[in-house]
């Protein structure tokens, strides 16, 4: 089993900034992607962003290509997202997904989730 948890989430400005970590722990060993989505309030969960554990590929929706940037940290089993010049349709819950490979990140049908944390952009 893999345990995801995430922070970072918060209340922001329009054009402001978050930074976002997910922390994986337990049989972390076969995960090869993780990535970021988030699902608002009546809406269908969106893709936000996936990397591949060795970083050979990077992908964003239009939606946040630009200003977001999703990097990870091998050694500490963690993932970020960078957002900046956050705009008020951004507010959601961020989720974290890891999985063996890109394809289930990508497809949103990750073997491991995390619980989630909120972002809010309101001025």
């Known amino acids: 089993q893999v345990q995801l948890m995430e922070s970072g989430g918060g209340l922001v400005q329009p054009g402001g900034s978050l930074t976002l970590s997910c922390y994986a722990s337990?049989?972390?060993?076969?995960?090869?992607?993780m990535g970021w989505f988030r699902q608002a309030a009546e809406k269908e969960r969106e893709f936000v962003a996936a990397?591949?554990?060795?970083?050979?590929?990077?992908d964003y929706p239009d939606s946040v290509k630009g200003r977001f940037t999703i990097s990870r940290d091998n050694a500490k089993n963690a993932i970020y997202l960078q957002m900046n010049s956050l705009k008020l349709e951004d507010t959601a819950i961020y989720y974290c997904?890891?999985?063996?490979?890109?394809?289930?990140?990508?497809?949103?049908?990750?073997?491991?989730w995390g619980q989630g944390t909120q972002v809010t952009v309101s001025s």
């Open positions: 997904a890891a999985d063996r490979g890109m394809t289930a990140v990508r497809a949103g049908i990750a073997s491991y």
């Open positions: 337990g049989s972390t060993s076969n995960m090869r992607a």
């Open positions: 990397v591949r554990w060795s970083g050979e590929s990077i």
